[in-house]
């Protein structure tokens, strides 16, 4: 029975600057920029371990079309380590590193193959001189390339037992990504493939488990919070008659996570840091060695509301949550707490007074109930303002938006007036 084993990534953005969090902790600067490297070394670190019969890189190998040197030498010296090994390496370039942005006297080592651009190319795998795989690939010409390329993709008439392709591309809504040379699901999966390897979407994702599998391997880095949760590589291998099996792989350095914790009835500051720890822990697949950039945001009713609402009450906590701990192993760091909390107040209980704090909360309902008395309202505010951005950014509220701006209002000067009422 034939089979081949092979790693699948894309999306490396070798030399990530991590400018926002390089700056924000000088402790951890030289892990941030040193992130992607690590995962890709982690990546070749996994070929060896594996004995894969090769390794695919679908693009976006560089951040940027103007790397340094120095990225560049360390990409090299990785391949070093596979093609010593007899492990081949093919790879595609995508939109942050288009083939023109390459330097010619970068000479990649030998068993490293880069597909051109302009027409699709092939090479041919082959194990004690036989033919095993079939790799497919086409690199963009330019940064914005907004043809299907998936189109130019047709098997050669005497094919190896697998045929793979390789592709920079977008397939669907691309999200948060730019659309690049879209394709679609059916256009690929009716091609006489057995994997897609693609790359360009950051989230891992197998679109397709067979016939053809189809399959983003995400980057190995995440790069900011838009970025959560695991990133990785798939193992893959696929063999005669058998559905193909995609394993994934953690392979980064440390992960982005965003955490809403509910404070609803919470009433004990002390007991804030062991709130904010068994949050962490609860994290999908946790991992008390790995490392942690995380943004917390609280919300909920709770009496703390008012003391946690303090102008840079978020911040002191933050950096108290943060103390101790070392830059030189394993890491968790909150990177920002947002407060959305309410305060320990039962709204319909109050609606039915006949203070001011219930003729308040009336005047706020009869806006939340009529949206043409909601967008006056926001008419008036506008008039307030003299600068002309502030009175664009209302302007272009949506109504979602708008209904989230009133609802904060109320739940502020409903604050408030508590205060006031407390103090006398």
Not at 103 to 112: A, H, I, Q, T, Y
Not at 210 to 225: I, S
Not at 382 to 398: G, N, T, V, Y
Request: charged share 30%; proline share 7%.
């Amino acid at each position: 029975m034939t089979k081949v084993k092979f790693i699948h990534t894309a999306d490396l953005h070798l030399d990530t600057p991590f400018r926002g969090l390089s700056e924000w902790d000088p402790e951890l600067a030289g892990k941030f920029r040193d992130a992607t490297f690590q995962s890709f070394r982690n990546i070749t670190g996994l070929c060896l371990r594996e004995q894969v019969d090769f390794l695919l890189i679908a693009g976006d190998i560089f951040d940027s079309e103007n790397r340094s040197l120095a990225a560049q030498l360390r990409f090299v010296a990785e391949l070093k380590r596979l093609t010593e090994k007899e492990i081949p390496v093919y790879f595609v370039c995508g939109n942050h590193d288009p083939l023109p942005s390459w330097m010619e006297n970068l000479r990649l080592p030998e068993g490293v193959h880069r597909f051109s651009s302009g027409t699709v190319e092939h090479l041919t795998y082959t194990r004690d001189n036989l033919p095993v795989a079939d790799i497919y690939g086409i690199s963009f010409p330019e940064k914005s390339v907004r043809e299907n390329l998936a189109l130019k993709y047709e098997r050669k008439k005497d094919p190896a037992p697998f045929s793979i392709a390789l592709l920079h591309g977008t397939v669907g809504n691309p999200g948060p990504h730019e659309n690049y040379a879209p394709f679609r699901v059916d256009e690929v999966a009716q091609k006489p493939f057995d994997y897609w390897a693609m790359g360009h979407i950051h989230k891992p994702a197998v679109i397709r488990k067979a016939h053809p599998a189809m399959v983003y391997p995400g980057n190995p880095q995440g790069r900011d919070f838009g970025e959560t949760g695991l990133r990785g590589c798939y193992l893959v291998e696929l063999s005669d008659n058998h559905m193909p099996r995609l394993q994934f792989i953690p392979t980064q350095l440390f992960r982005f996570e965003t955490i809403t914790l509910d404070l609803t009835g919470e009433d004990r500051i002390d007991r804030l840091p062991t709130r904010v720890e068994e949050a962490i822990r609860n994290i999908p697949a946790y991992n008390e060695s790995g490392s942690y950039m995380i943004r917390l945001t609280f919300t909920g009713r709770t009496p703390l509301h008012a003391h946690l609402n303090r102008p840079g009450e978020n911040t002191r906590l933050a950096e108290l949550l943060n103390e101790g701990q070392s830059p030189s192993g394993p890491f968790t760091r909150i990177d920002r707490i947002d407060i959305h909390t309410r305060p320990d107040m039962d709204l319909a209980q109050a609606r039915k007074g006949n203070d001011f704090p219930s003729e308040v909360l009336k005047a706020f309902d009869a806006c939340e109930n009529d949206r043409e008395k909601l967008r006056a309202l926001l008419t008036d505010i506008q008039k307030e303002f003299s600068h002309h951005a502030a009175r664009r950014i209302l302007d272009e509220l949506s109504e979602e938006e708008a209904g989230e701006l009133l609802d904060r209002a109320r739940w502020m000067l409903m604050d408030r007036l508590t205060e006031e009422k407390e103090a006398t």
